[in-house]
């Protein structure tokens, strides 16, 4: 019958009761929370916590299930939804609207705002998800997980990371204009401007109308201009973000099916990428490449905590990039390169000289 009504494609198991084991099978809502600030604090528990029972599809009921959530409320905890795994804007029958339209002007710009970072980052975060299939990796994640030597991260509880990338800093108080956020030893770039933020606890600004998201130095983050679908979202092409270390090395990976296909790792109809960058050079290796019919490109690549601008920049050998494909900022040693259209699937190969 499934396969009938279902075409056979891919479906989605959620529950609200869960017993061991079963992350393998269904995602999971942490149930009928309340429209209370302390109800947002806690779902970052939640949320972790499941990740660490292997079950790493998971989220809070956004603005609450229960009782009538006011805007500043509901628009903090829509940027911090758009980080859960399973993110879903949901109430109970009689309580007043909470989706973002029921709201100002500014709530619903701040929402959209914070649904598009999380569309930009659906390419890093579906591999996270194929590294929590394949090998029982985590997907949102404490801080200590990734830095277990450092113990200022054993009981940080108000941020939490996607992968061992991405830094997600909320504001999770009313009134909140400044949110104190603790930066382990690392090179972390902002999302929104590419400056760096050296580690220790430090004051974030919190304004309405964003979420701090920071880049962890030394990784490669794929991730897609957003549209308002994921299936739209899923056609435009990739950027990836590359974040450099201190000694200009980055890593990182993508995983990549059509979406639909049920068991499509097993079946080995997917594609798998590699991406290294040292040396004053960036390149990608397709590993697996089982995926007929869709051909992705990389259309822009962002290179964070670059010393300086290069003299030349060359693809595979023999192609120059051009003046006006590339923005430099040097304020914040950031190189964007744009203008391009660079098979994913293809051994490629980005170099630069200074």
């Avoid at 770039?189 to 590419?194: E, F, G, V």
């Avoid at 490669?220 to 973000?241: C, D, H, M, W």
């Avoid at 890593?251 to 109809?269: I, P």
């Avoid at 964007?336 to 170099?351: C, E, F, G, S």
């Amino acid at each position: 019958m499934a396969g009938i009504v279902y075409d056979n494609s891919r479906g989605m198991l959620l529950s609200r009761s869960t017993y061991p084991g079963a992350g393998k099978y269904a995602g999971h809502d942490l149930g009928d929370n309340a429209s209370k600030w302390s109800h947002l604090k806690w779902s970052i528990v939640g949320m972790l916590e499941f990740g660490l029972f292997g079950i790493p599809f998971v989220g809070a009921n956004i603005c609450g299930y229960h009782g009538n959530a006011d805007e500043e409320l509901c628009l903090r905890w829509m940027q911090l939804g758009a980080f859960y795994p399973f993110s879903r804007n949901y109430n109970a029958y009689g309580q007043t609207d909470q989706d973002p339209a029921a709201f100002s002007t500014e709530m619903q710009k701040a929402s959209k705002n914070a649904l598009e970072v999380r569309y930009s980052l659906l390419p890093y975060l579906y591999t996270l998800f194929y590294h929590s299939h394949v090998h029982g990796n985590t997907v949102a994640r404490a801080l200590l997980n990734e830095f277990s030597n450092d113990p200022n991260t054993y009981d940080i509880d108000r941020q939490f990371m996607w992968g061992p990338a991405l830094l997600v800093s909320p504001a999770l108080d009313p009134g909140a204009a400044r949110v104190d956020a603790y930066f382990p030893q690392s090179r972390w770039y902002d999302y929104y401007t590419a400056h760096v933020t050296p580690p220790g606890v430090q004051t974030l600004r919190s304004a309405l109308d964003r979420v701090n998201v920071h880049f962890r130095g030394g990784y490669i983050i794929p991730g897609q201009v957003a549209a308002n679908t994921t299936e739209y979202s899923r056609k435009n092409t990739l950027r990836l973000f590359v974040a450099l270390d201190e000694y200009e090395t980055a890593k990182g990976d993508l995983y990549w099916d059509d979406g639909k296909t049920q068991d499509a790792y097993r079946k080995s109809e997917y594609l798998y990428v590699r991406f290294t960058c040292a040396g004053g050079e960036l390149r990608w290796t397709p590993e697996y490449n089982g995926l007929t019919g869709e051909k992705l490109h990389v259309g822009f690549i962002d290179i964070l905590g670059m010393s300086r601008l290069p003299k030349r920049i060359i693809v595979n050998g023999a192609t120059a990039i051009q003046q006006y494909q590339y923005d430099w900022q040097p304020s914040s040693d950031f190189l964007r390169l744009k203008h391009i259209r660079l098979p994913i699937d293809d051994y490629t190969v980005i170099q630069w000289s200074y």
